[in-house]
Structures are given as C-alpha cells and as structure tokens.
C-alpha cells in the first residue's frame, strides 16, 4: 500500500521507521483498508482476515474500548495522536503497542488515518533516547561539537556557546581554523581528521582553544572524539565532547612552577651539592650574591657541638665572581663585629638595610677587602641555618645592582628559603654518617666463601652503593647441607642505610637457620616471607614508639638454590628476584625459566619450586638488579653482556667474574645500589663414592645393614670407622623398621666427611631423648648422636632422610 515516505524517520533506532514499525490505513468510519506484512507480525492477523473490517471489532478488548474511544478523540480533533494502547493479539492476549496516527486526505475531501505501531518497550527506550540527545544539545554543562565528513562544524550545543562567547549558529558551516587563532586551530583539525579517517576515538585530550574573536584569552579544553557512522557503516562525521578545564590547567601550573621552586634545594643527600642549590635559587630574584658558610663537623658528616662555635667553612658561593675575596673550601675569619658573626652568635637573622663593609668585619689583607668593596654591595640579609635545634652554618645574600635595599618581605622569602636548606643541609649530613655506620656494619655481615665444598666451586663480586641513596641491603651466601649438598643464596633487602643494613644481617641469619631444617626451596622462600612481614611490623611499631623517622623493611627479593652432587639435581625457588643464568659445558647459556613469585613482605602468596639437572661442570649464576641496571639501565641489553660472558665456563671462576664486571659495570662506575655476583661450578661425586642399597623392612634388615656397611668401608679403606657405621646404620634402619612402612634405602657418601643416610616413607620425625634405667629402648638416638658429629632429619614429598656425617680419620 503507498504510505507517504514523509511520515518515517531516516533513523534506524526509531521504532517507527520503515521497516520497523508495522502499518495500517483506516478509512474514516474505521475500516481497515491497508495492513502491512509487519503488523501481521506483530498482531498474528493476515491481511485477508482485517481488511474490510471495524478496527473495533477484533483488535480491541471490552474493558479498553475507553482508552481506545479518547484515543480516537483526540485524533479527530487535532489530526494526529501518539500514545501506548493495549491491543489483542490474534490469539487472544493483550499486547500493548506505541501508535503514532496521521490523517491523509486523499481526492476531493475522502480522509484516511495512517496508524504505525511498534512494540511498547521499543518506543519508550527510543523517546529515552529521544530525550537524552535533546538534553546533551540544549542543557548538558559538557560541550558538544559535531562535524560532517568534510570536517565542518554541522552543529554545537549551548554549552559550547557560553564557553566560547560563540554563537552556536556562527561556527556552522565553517572549519576550526576559522574561529579559532591558527596555533590552536591546526591541532584541532588535525585531531578531527585522525579520527574521521582511522576510526580510533580519542579520549580526554587536552590542547589550547583560543578564540579569534577574543584572542588575548586563554583558554585549555579537555576534548574526546569519536567517528559516526549509520547502520551500513556508512561515515556521517565526528563527534566532540568538550570540557573547558582552562581553571585547573592554571592551577596545576601554579603548583608546577611551585613545586619546581621546592625540588631545586635538596634533591641529593650531598652538603656542598645542597648548599650550592641553595645558593642558585637565592640569586634568582631575590639578591645579586649568595654565600653559604657551614661549620666544619657539617662538612665532614659529623654533629656540631652545641653554641654555634667553631671555624666557618665556605661550601657555596653564587653567581660564579672571580672577583669575589673567599673561595670555596676557605676558612671565614670573622671577627665578633660583623654581622655574620653575631648572627651566629645570636641564632636570628641580621638586616643590614643600608650596609657599609668595614674592614675590621674580616680578619684578611687589606687588597681582598678593597676586591669586596668594589663590588658595591648596599644591602645585606644575613640568616641562621638551623634544622632540629642544631646550628649548621649561615647564608649571606647581597645586594650590588638593585636600586632598593632588602625589605620586611625580603627577609621572609629568605628565611623560608634557609629554612628549607638547613633541613636539607642536615639529611645530608645525617645521612653521610649514617652511610658510614651501615658500610662498617654491612662488610661484617657478608660471609666468606667456602672453598673446599664438594658440590661446587664458588667465585664471588660484591660492590656497596656508593653516594645516594647510601648503603643497600644485598647480600650472598653458601652454606653447606646434608648430604654433600649445597645451598646458594642471593638476596636484596628493599631500602638503603643502616637497617637496611641490619635487616640483610637478619634474614641471612634467618636463611642459614631454615637451611638446617633441610625445608625445600620454595618452603624456605615463604618462611622468610613470614619473617620479612614481622620484621617490617617490628620496625613500624618501633618507630611508632620513639616518634622518630626509622627506615622500613618494606619487603626483599631473595633467591635459594640447592644443588646436589650425587643426582646433578637442583631446585631453586624465588621472590621476586631476577632469575638465574645457567651455563652448560658446550657453551649453551641460558636465563632459568623460574617462576618470580611476589617480593617477599607482600604475605598471602605461593612460591613454586623449580627443578633441572646440571651436567658436570655447569655455571651456576645469581646476581642482585643492580648488576644489571648499572650500564644505561637497559636490562636486556645488560643481560645479553652477562650471557655473552658466561658462554666459556671452562675459565676459571675468577676471570669469569672479571669479565662480568668488565662487560657489565662502566669503568670508575659509582654505583647507586649494591651490586652481588655469585657464580658456582658444579661437580658430580665420582659413582664409586656413593653406595646405596634397598632394604626390605624385616627383622633381618639391621643385620644386612651392618654387613653392606663393613663390606664398603672396607672397600674404601675406612676400616677404622666400620664399627661406629654399622652400629649407626644399625640403628636407623632399626627405627625405620619399628615407626615406618615400605622399603628403606640405605645410602652412603664419601667426601670430606662420611655420610650415612636412612631414608623411608614416614614423615614422623626421630626425636632425641634421655632414657631412664627402667625403660628398655629410647638409647639408639643417643648413641648416634655421641658417634657422630652431625645428625639431622630433612624431608621429602615421599618421606624423610636420617642422615649423619662422621669425619674420615687423617692420613
């Protein structure tokens, strides 16, 4: 049927558009002349059932013929209705729909009603919409600029209209650049074109929007933008939101210049560097000269004696004069008259609006005084440096060129800036003698290398950090475990200076701890995690206590390996430290692929444990970060060096690590953070220094422990020891074979010790103890413990190991 195109929305969300909405004609008296295939979708009613029919009679129930009647009254009054009625369904359900109906006057003066209806819930959602487009033109606080696809202006809303002074007609029709001045213009035609012709929106992008109609105004918009396109993908232009946020741009400038002004005194833990900082702001603006004289202990690190007395030491003068009569590094001499001297003495600061130098001020020739009095200094103000009750030195700023002396406000400005410096003047200080306490104490915490451990050959660089921000806390260790085993340890407390100092001397006492209980890696990993978390409370709490600035513990990385010489098997587990590199005899060098797990101190998280086999003769390497962070920061770059010198493991460990620090650490290099380098060769004990038998746990497995016992001491030439080995092995397998189920294996290993291992498949742990004359068993621990030197218990996934180590008779 022809319905007027007219009457249908180009919009694909309108739910009456074509296509969407379903259509009926109704002549005047009511009756259904048209009927659209959609309506016949939506209401279930062919055409040939409806057409020539009273709308009344089968679309309408009983109880809404009310709704319907005013309905059709409003319609005959004013042309047209739009509203929500409640129809029936063909199969007898109510159905409510959206209608909008229009009369159309066809030849001579026959009227007809054209209904389009579509599902209610559709056409609210689409007024909803409807009302939030009319909202975002005409009242949304956030501007609204949209573009056609040639990139000019179609339409703005009135926020954009009252930000600009604009008028929302004039830009219409017209590109940025024509209301905007040209610097600002290109950026944002640019920014249009981008997203017009890529697609990518662009969010929260701030640029300068001066106006041309009032050019001299700044003006900072934050803009997002986006393309539109219709349902066919069609481009219909760009869409910008834009926020004016010229307000907090000026306020973060001002915060920004602020904070500048803050950050330019003190940013290193260095006297002199500070004083100097000190002396550079002050010439900027406020004097022509500036000198900074500190006490001699503040030079060296050290506290001044109370009463400000002592030799001043010129550490900063500003700008650079040659002219100038003291130099850096010189002693002041002053005498009680000058105004230096009684600012010390008084500890307040001494204007001298309009100031004469005389020559009896400083104790010097007379030709240095004649140098400073042709400068033409007029005005001087000078100021205590004073931090936490303590006088450090003072600042003297002069004036030579400006016409007016130093003023009320002068005098302020300046003592905020003393003020500031004096605080930072002594953190420095404070700091370099604090740098010296944690060196002294860190060098006494570090072990020495072992070097007759039969699993691995060690080789080891350390280098403390040096300058800012002090001492740090990296450390190493090796420590030797049951069985010929080995332990390698590499760790970095986070922080510097003495705690960090005394918490590394902690945690490496910790690790040696946990190394003797025989835990696995990944279990001594999260017991430090435990211990790293206590310490930081410990310390907070401390702190807490003597209201002072303590340095935190605020977490560590940490690295444990353990090698064994008989399997060639190694297990490693960390927390959050760089992995291990492993070098292989035929030269293939590879980072191990070792889960990082969480820094220790974060608490709540698993460790996993890593597990490889090494040939004879492998590199075993751990380092601390700032091995690699030395040489321009670049870790893979830095990590390539470290591999490249680590391909020729068959060099000795010493010129292995030379190379590393060659290739890796800049020559006369300071470094910021401590660097440890830990590099192990391994070794494999020969197959015939390790013997090991299965037993089956009977009565009979104590006696053939015995005699498998004997038989290889006496193979091994330890004859000598064959009595207390047997007795020993005797009695483990003995318990083995009262507490546990299964085989026993029993095991011994040739070294620099001897070494008698029972393992089984009960996790029960042997206990030490006393027996009384009455008690008939409880003895046999005791005896090995009085046999051997050594005896302990470590743990599997499939069970446990008794071990014990007896030490070989001398030649």
Same mark, same amino acid.
């Given at each position: ?223 997002? $933008? ?221 072990? #020495? ?15 403390? $950090?040096?300058?800012?921000? #002090? ?341």
């Amino acid at each position: 049927m022809g319905t007027p195109a007219t009457l249908f929305s180009e919009s694909p969300e309108d739910p009456f558009a074509l296509g969407h909405g379903g259509s009926a004609v109704l002549d005047d008296h009511g009756t259904v002349v048209g009927w659209s295939t959609r309506a016949q979708e939506l209401l279930g009613y062919p055409a040939k059932e409806v057409i020539g029919r009273a709308w009344p009679d089968f679309l309408i129930d009983a109880r809404d013929l009310p709704l319907a009647r005013a309905a059709v009254a409003v319609a005959m009054r004013t042309g047209g209705w739009f509203g929500v009625l409640p129809v029936r369904h063909r199969d007898g359900r109510r159905v409510e729909l959206g209608f909008r109906a229009r009369a159309i006057t066809r030849e001579g003066e026959h009227r007809e009603w054209v209904l389009v209806g579509a599902p209610a819930a559709d056409v609210v959602a689409w007024q909803r919409d409807r009302a939030l487009l009319d909202g975002l033109y005409r009242r949304s606080p956030i501007g609204l600029v949209i573009h056609g696809p040639d990139r000019r202006v179609i339409r703005i809303n009135r926020a954009v209209e009252k930000a600009s002074g604009v008028p929302a007609d004039l830009p219409v029709g017209h590109r940025p650049g024509e209301f905007l001045v040209d610097e600002d213009a290109g950026p944002a035609e640019e920014r249009v074109r981008h997203v017009l012709e890529t697609g990518e929106p662009l969010i929260f992008t701030e640029q300068s929007a001066r106006a041309r109609h009032d050019p001299g105004r700044e003006r900072m918009v934050s803009v997002s $933008a986006f393309r539109m396109e219709d349902a066919a993908g069609r481009v219909l232009g760009v869409a910008e939101t834009i926020e004016d946020v010229t307000a907090r741009h000026q306020a973060q400038r001002r915060l920004a210049l602020l904070n500048e002004a803050s950050a330019r005194i003190g940013t290193s833990l260095d006297v002199r560097q500070t004083a100097h900082e000190l002396a550079d702001v002050a010439v900027h603006g406020l004097a022509d000269y500036c000198s900074v004289d500190l006490l001699r202990p503040v030079t060296l690190g050290d506290e001044p004696a109370p009463g400000a007395s002592g030799p001043l030491i010129r550490v900063a003068f500003s700008p650079p004069e040659r002219r100038i009569p003291f130099h850096e590094g010189e002693v002041i001499p002053l005498l009680p008259e000058s105004p230096q001297a009684r600012c010390l003495a008084e500890c307040r600061p001494i204007a001298e609006r309009r100031l004469s130098l005389r020559p009896e001020w400083y104790a010097m020739d007379r030709r240095r005084v004649e140098i400073a009095l042709g400068l033409g200094v007029h005005s001087l103000i000078v100021l205590p440096l004073v931090a936490r009750g303590l006088v450090l030195g003072i600042v003297s700023l002069w004036r030579a060129r400006h016409s007016e002396p130093f003023e009320e406000d002068d005098v302020a400005v300046a003592q905020e800036f003393s003020s500031r410096a004096a605080v930072c003047i002594d953190n420095a200080r404070r700091f370099t003698q604090q740098q010296n306490a944690a060196l002294t104490l860190q060098r006494s915490l570090l072990p #020495g290398v072992a070097s007759d451990l039969p699993a691995v050959d060690v080789a080891c660089r350390y280098f403390p $950090a040096s300058g800012e921000p #002090g001492i740090g806390g990296d450390w190493f260790d090796v420590i030797p475990l049951s069985g010929a085993r080995v332990a390698l340890v590499v760790g970095d407390v986070v922080g510097h200076g003495i705690h960090a100092a005394a918490s590394m001397g902690r945690l490496r006492a910790a690790v040696r701890t946990l190394a003797s209980l025989d835990l696995e890696p990944d279990e001594i990993v999260a017991r430090l995690d435990d211990l790293v978390s206590l310490l930081a409370g410990e310390l907070e709490a401390t702190a807490d206590d003597n209201e002072s600035t303590v340095e935190q513990v605020l977490g560590a990385t940490c690295l444990y390996a353990v090698y064994d010489p008989v399997s060639r098997h190694c297990s490693m587990a960390r927390a959050g430290h760089p992995a291990p590199v492993v070098s292989t005899p035929d030269g293939q060098v590879d980072v191990v692929d070792l889960p990082a797990g969480p820094p220790l101190g974060l608490g709540g998280l698993p460790f996993e444990t890593y597990d490889l086999d090494l040939p004879e003769g492998s590199l075993l390497t751990l380092y601390t970060n700032g091995l690699l962070e030395a040489r321009d920061g670049d870790i893979d770059v830095a990590l390539e060096s470290l591999r490249a010198c680590l391909a020729h493991p068959e060099d000795s460990l010493d010129s292995t690590c030379h190379a590393v620090v060659e290739a890796l650490l800049p020559k006369d290099y300071l470094p910021s953070d401590d660097i440890a380098l830990l590099v192990a060769r391994t070794r494999v004990l020969p197959p015939e220094n390790v013997a090991s038998w299965q037993l089956p746990l009977e009565p009979t497995a104590a006696a053939r422990a015995r005699e498998l016992t004997t038989a290889k001491l006496a193979e091994w030439g330890l004859t000598d020891l064959a009595f207390t080995t047997e007795l020993v092995a005797s009695e483990l397998v003995t318990n083995a074979y009262r507490y546990a189920a299964g085989p026993v294996v029993l095991r011994l290993i040739r070294t620099h010790c001897l070494i008698c291992e029972v393992s089984d498949s009960s996790h029960t742990s042997p206990h030490l103890r006393r027996a009384l004359t009455t008690d008939e068993g409880g003895r046999g621990l005791f005896l090995v413990a009085q046999l051997t030197e050594r005896w302990g218990t470590r743990y599997s996934h499939d069970g446990k190991t008794v071990w014990t180590e007896q030490a070989l008779p001398s030649a």
